[in-house]
């Protein structure tokens, strides 16, 4: 109860919290009416909790300890020193029109029923506040094929990249079978990803049941699925299942040990980032309202903050405000638009961003000590939401900035409803080139993209000297077993990176139509058209040849203006020959022992 659906508001704020009785959704003030007209419920509760400084004695020292009036199990500000501050609480009934007001607790003039709901609503916890960590988890079951999976002596070896599905061209949502090692696409999903499926139908012919997610594995397991069970699943000999096939999990593991030597420069480093000691000067206002952190959420208001900096959001969640809100369903939690509303509202209106009273700075400057003035807003109703059914972004866990910038623009294409969309500012088209090296015949083909890939190239470094001097210093203090307090990094100039975008790309095993057979091929990537924001993603993580991933530790110098004018498509040119527009055979793979089909069926299919 500690949150209302359309407002940041706190049980202390200004006005208090109304609960209605029927929903159990709690309001503030502002919206109380609005939800009393649409919904014709009538009767709230109306929570309020004042929070006053504790008074000090004539000597200085604290009085006696009063216990604090806490009627309700709500959750206390956690920007206030619970040692300096008491609370007390005030909870009545509302009746609307009229706001006819009944005190509670009141036994003696309310039914034993509606005592009973009273007393219900206010020992409730808010389902948005502190919650276990390990209810987020997705409780997965040991699989039963952990301990008897059969694997093939086949030789397959998978190397940590370049994989490409065995049946199709498709290089993402890729399984490994675990029996034999295939790597086929996984199915089609309703936001867009995935692919044709060949995994489970793999799966239909061979009865061969686990498969590993390329991409997820990590030293503390892989995500494997179970065709025969129908679900994900666990398997407790993942590591020695992989290895069968050349993947070292254990030698992951013990790479990702860290020297607590090796983190106190990135602690300072940290600091140093943070200003910490230095005194700044408090920003309020509008456009200076901060999002706090619920458990490695960092990346959640990262992307938010800039999304609501650029003017298409504003208009249209912030500026549509009382329409969003007019319009909302009965449970307003549950509407991607209204709590997108509420968010963007939140982070303009300046509401959660004022500054202490001027007597409040009087007060601290005159005892020489700083008292955090509580600021900023808890989006736990918006995670909630907006990580609903995805198995990563309902977790407690850290992730990827990038990825949830995608999730992002995914969630407001499927709930656009016709309205302008302000995710079309960071949409543009890119060209793929494709020429056949044999007969030097094209192929072009346009797909959607909202973000520009860029590679680190580490050879193009500006200081080689400076990085082979620090290289020598390191394995030096490693040696000496001290610690080396300074980071060199290598400086990568954006134009290399840049340059490196635009180098052509060998394509092997590629089947020209021109030829009905295999062969070698260039690919280059050009802009049809541009956004009116660009979003970079700087590749800094990579794959060893023993699989273990490794981060580019690099400082890149980003242009203030980029020009990628020359980047732009032209297309079909003069005196160029397209491909023929004809897909390769799809060839039926081998049925198992056993079947009396004919094993030897091709299937010629013509793209529509």
Same mark, same amino acid.
């Given at each position: ?7 940041f508001?706190?049980?202390e704020?200004e006005?208090g919290l ?7 959704? *709690?309001?503030?003030?502002?919206h ?7 919904? *014709?419920q ?11 400084e ?7 020292? *604290? ?50 029923? !509606?005592t ?13 506040g ?9 409780e997965?079951? #040991? ?9 093939? &002596? ?7 990249s370049?994989w490409k ?8 949502n890729l399984?490994?079978?675990?029996? #034999?090692g ?13 692919g044709?499926?060949?995994?489970l ?18 030293p503390?397991?892989?995500?494997v699925?179970?065709f025969d069970?129908?679900?994900? !699943?666990l398997?407790?000999? @993942? ?8 993947i ?6 013990k ?7 090796? @983190? ?9 980032v ?6 700044l ?10 999002i ?12 938010m ?5 650029i003017?298409d ?11 969003i ?9 549950? &509407?991607?638009?209204?709590q997108?509303?509420?968010? *963007?509202?939140?982070?303009?209106s300046?509401?959660?961003?004022? +500054? ?7 007060? $601290?400057?005159?005892?020489?000590e700083?008292? +955090? ?8 109703m918006?995670k ?15 992730q #990827? =900035?990038?990825?949830f ?9 499927? /709930? ?9 500012v ?8 494709v020429?056949?090296? $044999?007969?030097r015949k ?10 520009m ?6 050879e193009a470094?500006? /200081? ?8 020598l210093?390191r ?7 001290r610690q080396?307090?300074e980071?060199?990094?290598?400086k ?6 840049? $340059?490196?975008? $635009?180098e ?9 139509? =021109?030829?009905?057979?295999k ?8 802009? =049809?058209?541009?956004p ?6 700087l ?6 040849i ?14 203030d ?36 089909e004919?094993?030897s069926?091709r299937?010629?299919?013509?793209e529509?």
């Amino acid at each position: 109860l500690n949150q209302i659906p359309l407002l940041f508001k706190l049980q202390e704020s200004e006005g208090g919290l109304y609960v209605c009785m029927s929903t159990f959704l *709690g309001f503030g003030r502002e919206h109380v009416e609005r939800h009393y007209r649409k919904t *014709g419920q009538c009767v709230y509760m109306h929570l309020k909790r004042t929070i006053k400084e504790k008074a000090t004695g004539a000597s200085g020292g *604290g009085r006696p300890k009063k216990k604090s009036q806490i009627i309700f199990e709500l959750e206390q500000n956690e920007d206030l020193n619970n040692e300096d501050y008491e609370y007390e609480d005030e909870a009545k009934l509302v009746i609307f029109p009229d706001h006819y007001e009944i005190p509670l607790p009141n036994i003696e003039e309310l039914p034993a029923l !509606v005592t009973i709901a009273c007393d219900a609503v206010l020992a409730t916890r808010s389902p948005f506040g502190k919650q276990d960590p390990e209810s987020w988890e997705e409780e997965l079951k #040991d699989s039963k094929h952990e301990n008897n999976l059969q694997q093939l &002596d086949n030789g397959v070896r998978i190397p940590p990249s370049g994989w490409k599905c065995a049946w199709c061209d498709l290089r993402e949502n890729l399984w490994l079978n675990l029996t #034999d090692g295939t790597i086929l696409c996984g199915k089609w999903f309703f936001d867009g990803s995935g692919g044709n499926g060949h995994a489970l139908e793999h799966y239909r012919e061979t009865g061969y049941p686990l498969a590993v997610k390329l991409g997820t594995i990590t030293p503390d397991g892989a995500d494997v699925y179970s065709f025969d069970e129908g679900e994900a !699943v666990l398997d407790a000999n @993942i590591a020695e299942h992989l290895m069968h096939f050349g993947i070292d999990m254990m030698a992951m593991q013990k790479s990702e040990n860290v020297n607590p030597v090796d @983190i106190k420069p990135r602690i300072s480093e940290w600091e140093v980032v943070q200003e910490s000691g230095m005194k700044l000067k408090p920003m309020y206002g509008s456009g200076y309202t901060g999002i706090k952190n619920l458990g490695n959420s960092c990346y959640l208001s990262t992307v938010m903050q800039i999304i609501f900096s650029i003017p298409d959001f504003q208009r249209r969640y912030v500026g549509n405000l009382q329409r969003i809100f007019d319009y909302s369903p009965l449970d307003p939690t549950q &509407d991607f638009d209204t709590q997108m509303a509420k968010l *963007g509202h939140g982070l303009l209106s300046g509401q959660y961003s004022k +500054p202490p009273m001027k007597s409040e700075v009087i007060e $601290q400057v005159m005892k020489e000590e700083y008292k +955090p003035h509580p600021q900023g807003m808890v989006p736990r109703m918006f995670k909630a939401l907006i990580g609903k059914g995805h198995p990563e972004f309902s977790s407690n866990r850290q992730q #990827d =900035a990038l990825e949830f910038f995608l999730h992002l623009i995914n969630l407001i294409n499927r /709930n656009n409803n016709g309205s302008d969309d302000p995710s079309e500012v960071f949409r543009f088209m890119v060209e793929d080139r494709v020429q056949c090296c $044999q007969s030097r015949k094209v192929k072009y083909k346009q797909r959607v993209d909202y973000i520009m890939q860029l590679p680190i190239v580490l050879e193009a470094a500006s /200081n080689k000297e400076e990085l082979l001097a620090y290289e020598l210093r390191r394995r030096e203090a490693e040696i000496a077993k001290r610690q080396l307090r300074e980071v060199v990094r290598a400086k990568i100039p954006f134009s290399a990176c840049l $340059q490196a975008f $635009q180098e052509p790309e060998n394509v092997t095993d590629f089947w020209s139509s =021109a030829l009905q057979a295999k062969s070698a091929a260039i690919k280059t990537i050009q802009f =049809a058209s541009f956004p009116e924001y660009l979003v970079i993603q700087l590749k800094k993580f990579t794959f060893g040849i023993d699989w273990i991933p490794k981060k580019l530790d690099v400082s890149i110098d980003m242009p203030d203006l980029l020009d990628i004018s020359h980047l732009r498509a032209t297309g079909l040119q003069p005196g160029e020959e397209e491909l023929p527009d004809i897909s390769p055979p799809i060839i039926m793979p081998d049925q198992p022992k056993g079947n009396k089909e004919d094993n030897s069926i091709r299937l010629w299919i013509l793209e529509g």
